[in-house]
């Protein structure tokens, strides 16, 4: 099978193609701004005619569904619907979390992923990776790092994320003992391979049915909660 996935959760972006258990392609895009709205579409036919392949070639799509950039979610979302509906292929979301701890999967401990949330905050998740597989050990959260890595139930083995390009030295002082890794920009491949597993499991999402794994709440939504608690 071979799947084109996208990753648009942050100003970074990749695009990959999986075919079997071969990364065929990858294309980063690194933005000091993102900018995924003018340069997915694009970079996705470049890399399809690098590879000169057609876009009936392609069996499935991935996309990181988050969390990370709302509107980069909804970006990346539309465009994989957009192509799932165009040539009748299946698609499915990935966890940008569970996608940043996937290359560490031949570890054998405590997998922790931190992605940039601003606000002083990172996404967090921690996984179990045993004989090449990952188990959800800990849910997504939205919180500091130092909350986050003290709520866990041992020590990680291992940190990775964007959460580490700010957050270093509180992980470094929470974790002491745990290989740092280098935050993980592009994971446009590790969405490809967990997305191509899903679709083989038969666990394609249903046409129209992908949505944002969003954690923290919209502006939206705050400016919402801040004015029901002013009536």
Known sequence: MRVLAVDTTGAH???AVVEGGELEGLIGVRERSPRHAEVLLPTIDYLLRSLSLKL???DGFAVAVGPGS???LRIGIA?????????GKPAAGVSALEATAFRFRYLDGLVVSLIEAYRGEI???AYRARAAVLHLEVEPSCTSAARFLDSLPEAPALVAGTGLLRHRAVVEIHAPDAFLADPSFFIGEEVARLGKAKIEAGDAAPLGSLAPLYIRSTEAERNRADE???V
């Open 228 to 230: 029901s608690r002013l």
């Open 123 to 125: 996404y967090g998740a």
């Open 56 to 58: 009936e070639e392609i």
């Open 70 to 72: 709302f509107t980069g």
């Open 79 to 87: 465009a994989v619907e957009g192509l799932s509906f165009a040539t």
């Open 13 to 15: 972006g990749s695009v």
